[in-house]
Every structure is written in C-alpha cells, then in structure tokens.
C-alpha cells in the first residue's frame, strides 16, 4: 500500500525559506518520478515541482517558482523533499507530495499524501 507523508511546512515571512520532506512506502520507490503539488483556497491543484526517476536527472518546475525551489529525491532513505526560498504571498497553500505513474517528472500522477499547510506573510 503506497503512502506518502509529507512534513515542514509552516508560516513564514515574505522572502523566507522552507523545506518540505516527504517519505514514501509501499512501492519501489527509485522506478516512479515524485511530485510536489499545491492548492490554494478556491484555485485548482497545480504541479509546482518534480523529479524524475533513478537519480532524478530529469526535472520540472512551474514557471512561478523556477530560481526559487529545488526539488530533490534521495532513493536509499525513500524520501523527496521540495526546498522552497524566496517565499512569496501567493506560494501560500496545502502542499501535497505525489507519486508518479511513470518514471519522468510530467505524467500522471496516482497517489498524494494529505499535504503540509505552508503560509507565507506579506
């Protein structure tokens, strides 16, 4: 059974920075590309960042947050993680960690961990 946890998020000011884990079991984990998405209240969820699989080689960011974030993945310890810096008003939302279908960053995406709230303060 897949499950993904997600930690680190919080509130911070304008400009600071977070850094979201999140730890996954219940399937081999360096086969399938890992994501970070997030919805704010009212807007749809959206792809921030992902990695692709293996060593991660292969990488997606949203526009928005490119210079910004850093997605990142570590096999041995089953974990990925989002580095977020620079944080601005709108980056505010639930962030959820997320499981590709296949190996490469953009694809489907078929299990989500509940999200990590982060707020950030103008």
């Known amino acids: 059974q897949v499950q993904l946890i997600e930690s680190g998020g919080g509130s911070v000011q304008s400009g600071g920075s977070l850094r979201l884990s999140c730890a996954a079991t219940?399937?081999?984990?360096?086969?399938?590309?890992m994501g970070w998405f997030r919805q704010a209240p009212g807007k749809q969820r959206e792809l921030v960042a992902a990695?692709?699989?293996?060593?991660?080689?292969?990488?997606y960011y949203l526009d928005s947050v490119k210079g910004r974030f850093t997605v990142s993945r570590d096999n041995a310890n089953k974990a990925a993680y989002l580095q977020m810096s620079d944080l601005k008003f709108e980056d505010t939302a639930n962030y959820y960690c997320?499981?590709?279908?296949?190996?490469?960053?953009?694809?489907?995406?078929?299990?989500y961990g509940q999200g990590t709230q982060v707020t950030v303060s103008s």
């Open positions: 219940g399937f081999s984990f360096r086969d399938y590309a």
């Open positions: 990695v692709g699989a293996a060593r991660g080689e292969r990488k």
């Open positions: 997320a499981k590709g279908r296949t190996m490469v960053p953009i694809g489907p995406y078929d299990n």
